[in-house]
């Protein structure tokens, strides 16, 4: 913590957190390549 107006704190990333994250930027990679697909997909539950 921060004793400043407003409070203010910072976050690191945990080991595991850290072993995570390679996964999670494969998952958001996955999901920018086939966007348009899960757009399409969803558009008839949209209706």
Known sequence: MHPVVPPRAEYTLTEP????????????????????????ARRPFDA
């Open 17 to 40: 957190g850290r072993g995570l994250r390679a996964t999670v930027d494969l998952m958001c990679e996955w999901t920018r390549h086939h966007i348009e697909h899960i757009e399409s």
